[in-house]
């Protein structure tokens, strides 16, 4: 398969494994610019854990989903010599925050920064404006331009906020003011981004839908993978058939070929390459 290989330089600038709850990571509202207790989370904020997989690779699982029922969304952070990068941004701008908030603690003088959408989805993208407000570049597949093209970011919260029952105060409260800001680079087959000398790889894994991608981490053993792997639950199918599932079946097996320490999936908890093996047999489990 064709690999396309970019190496970014000084493009952008801004002027404990632990497992940490909201409580205990040191990122009390007071690091915000309104001033709430401590005590009282965002209501779009969910209950985040933060996974130090590494000195500089981490996890955050259990960010704010609106199916509620503990069904979470997970990020990652990835901090190289000079560079922080995000994967995904939440499904809140309370969300977003709260990553950001851990990216403030790593900050040292100037710092690169940039964005990784796995897909177009809500639940991944609502958070991206605040990441874009502090200059990061976006990265996303091709078609996730067709998706924002189509529908605004204000568009898409008053459809999930009709669609959970809730007033269009109660929605502006959880999801926040949601805007989406055109990728700045697009993709449309694998490519290795080289930032200060390390290498990121988005992978095109198509099936969950046509614009999903992954990111694999070679240095750390880690795999980003979205929405293409999930843990412990039903995978949503709804937005393809048997084509697309052959698909998305197709790209689990190429991503078990990948030397892999920990896998973050877009939903659920942190996992091993023997999850892969899970969803395989669910996807193939529906043509019985």
């Not at 680079?185 to 046509?210: C, K």
Request: glycine share 8%; with cysteine; net charge negative.
């Amino acid at each position: 398969m064709k690999v396309k290989n970019i190496t970014l330089s000084l493009l952008l600038t801004v002027s404990c494994s632990l497992v940490l709850p909201y409580s205990l990571c040191g990122l009390s509202d007071g690091d915000t610019k309104n001033t709430r207790n401590p005590s009282q989370k965002p209501q779009g904020l969910g209950s985040p854990e933060v996974h130090k997989l590494t000195e500089n690779v981490y996890a955050i699982t259990g960010l704010y989903h609106s199916a509620g029922k503990g069904f979470g969304t997970n990020a990652g952070m990835i901090f190289t010599q000079k560079s922080i990068i995000f994967i995904d941004a939440g499904m809140s701008i309370a969300s977003a925050e709260f990553l950001w908030q851990i990216a403030q603690k790593r900050i040292e003088e100037k710092e690169n920064l940039y964005l990784i959408l796995t897909h177009h989805h809500g639940d991944h993208t609502f958070g991206m404006r605040i990441m874009k407000e502090q200059g990061a570049k976006v990265f996303a597949h091709k078609i996730i331009k067709h998706w924002f093209e189509m529908y605004s970011g204000d568009q898409y919260k008053r459809f999930l906020t009709e669609r959970s029952g809730w007033s269009p105060e109660e929605g502006d409260r959880i999801f926040g003011d949601v805007i989406f800001f055109e990728p700045d680079v697009v993709i449309e087959q694998d490519t290795i981004l080289n930032i200060d000398n390390e290498e990121i790889h988005l992978l095109v894994t198509p099936g969950h839908v046509q614009d999903e991608l992954s990111v694999y981490h070679p240095l750390s053993k880690t795999l980003f993978a979205g929405d293409t792997i999930y843990e412990g639950s039903d995978l949503t199918t709804r937005f393809g058939g048997p084509n697309e599932w052959k698909i998305w079946i197709s790209q689990l097996d190429r991503l078990k070929q990948l030397d892999i320490n920990t896998i973050i999936p877009g939903h659920g908890k942190l996992c091993s390459k023997k999850e892969i093996d899970r969803n395989i047999n669910y996807l193939k489990g529906l043509f019985k």
